[in-house]
């Protein structure tokens, strides 16, 4: 599956962004369509999840605040991130994973300021 993350830029504390991930298939089975984030020299840590069957996860830290959702028509999965932080700060990455195919989509800068 091929990915295209977008909607990344700068923003206040408090505000909002909503990305978009634009895949090239989205499957109506066993497919799991997620968000991650890579801040500055740190880890890539997941942040939410949507499966074929509709289930949704979401790590601690972003519950509440973050919000995936995709449209089927449109290919395209979505983060409405709210109330964002300055610790929200990362390239955030797209991600799709069915049976053994696990893709990454090329990340989107997203940069709040204080």
């Known amino acids: 599956v091929q990915l295209q993350a977008s909607g990344g830029g700068l923003v206040q504390t408090g505000g909002s962004l909503r990305l978009s991930c634009a895949a090239s298939?989205?499957?109506?089975?066993?497919?799991?369509m997620a968000w991650y984030r890579q801040p500055p020299g740190k880890q890539r840590d997941f942040l939410a999840s949507i499966r074929s069957d509709g289930r949704i996860a979401y790590a601690d830290s972003v519950k509440g605040r973050f919000t995936i959702s995709r449209d089927r028509a449109k290919n395209t999965v979505y983060l409405q991130m709210d109330n964002l932080k300055p610790e929200d700060t990362a390239v955030y990455y797209c991600?799709?994973?069915?049976?053994?195919?696990?893709?990454w989509g090329q990340g989107t800068l997203v940069t709040v300021s204080s």
């Open positions: 991600n799709s994973q069915r049976g053994p195919y696990n893709d």
């Open positions: 298939e989205i499957s109506y089975t066993n497919q799991r």
